[in-house]
């Protein structure tokens, strides 16, 4: 047993890994938060800090013990940028900690991604500044998370997004031709993966994680397959998605509040470009599917049944 910090976990994916590693029972789990939480909960030790304050989260860390430290981070506002390059630097210098999770939870990201999305050259340099130092560390690569088309039925903290697919309308809009494949991971099966990740002697320097492969074609077909329905269907090709512009599906109006139109637009064409061309694409080769065996994650096939099914409707 040792004992584990998870940054932002009590946010989204944070939350998510959280629950799984309280549940195994294994590691002592902390909370990192930039904000102190509400009522005390006896099962959770939560602990604010200030990022920013590298020093303070060293001493933060070592008075903690804290040996392994789990990022999880979202691409919004500054903390890419921010939060994320302070705590590796306070994990590097704390004396107590060895092993270190950057954010990512997403597919290996290009170097040239960051042309579309600017956060990701911090991304980058907290990668370089990982390598530098005598961390261990290890990139969790699990392409898309499938829970995002499994809203509102679905077990997740994550926030909905309408992308490509938006089976509660019945409507799609493809990426080029549909044709590449694409990974797909729920949010609980990554956790757990993780969850065993950490009991491994030593880390790859990727951690690949498989829940699904398939292409949006095939994605389609079964949805329309599982909902009994024919989807109002359009592709978007390349060149459309170039220009940081994509189909307007009727799912979209819902995030108009969180996001302006042109920069929903903009963030969907960015992500979606990166799966005309396999980067959204994991390979099982290599993977912690390989290493346990025994967890089997949950298929695009099973979510759709289970949450868009007749019966589950």
């Known amino acids: 047993m040792v004992n584990i910090a998870i940054a932002g976990g ?52 070592e008075e903690n013990n804290i040996h392994t430290v789990i990022c999880t981070f979202t691409m919004e506002g500054n903390a890419l940028e921010k939060s994320h390059l302070s705590l590796v630097e306070a994990a590097s210098r704390s004396s107590t900690t060895k092993r270190f999770i950057p ?23 907290a990668l370089d500044r990982l390598e530098a130092s005598d961390l261990e560390y290890t ?14 039925h679905i077990k997740t903290h994550l926030l909905p997004l309408v992308m490509v697919l938006d089976i509660e309308n019945r409507a799609a809009a493809v990426p080029g031709s549909g044709d590449v494949p694409v990974t797909f991971t729920y949010s609980y099966d990554a956790a757990w993966f993780v969850a065993k990740l950490l009991d491994l002697p030593q880390w790859p320097k990727e951690s690949k994680i498989v829940g699904d492969t398939v292409t949006w074609n095939e994605f389609l077909q079964m949805a329309e397959e599982v909902t009994g329905d024919k989807f109002d269907t359009t592709y978007d090709s390349v060149e459309k998605l170039k220009r940081f512009e994509v189909t307007e599906l009727p799912g979209h109006a819902q995030l108009y509040d969180k996001y302006s139109k042109k920069g929903l637009q903009w963030f969907l064409a960015a992500f979606e470009l990166m799966t005309t061309d396999e980067t ?27 949450c868009w099914g007749k019966k589950s409707t």
């Open 280 to 306: 959204s694409y994991v390979s099982r080769d290599g993977s912690l599917n390989e290493v346990f065996p025994e967890l089997q994650p949950l298929t695009v096939r099973e979510m759709l049944t289970k």
């Open 103 to 125: 954010t990512s939870w997403a597919i290996m990201y290009p170097k040239e991604a960051a042309s579309n999305l600017p956060t990701l050259k911090y991304y980058f340099e």
């Open 10 to 61: 009590n946010g989204l994916i944070g939350r998510t890994v959280h629950e799984v590693l309280q549940e195994e029972g294994k590691h002592n789990v902390f909370i990192l938060t930039r904000k102190k939480s509400g009522p005390s909960n006896p099962d959770q030790q939560t602990i604010a800090v200030d990022y920013q304050d590298v020093e303070t989260v060293k001493t933060v860390l």
């Open 139 to 152: 990139v969790i690569i699990n392409g898309m998370f499938l829970d995002y088309w499994g809203l509102p």
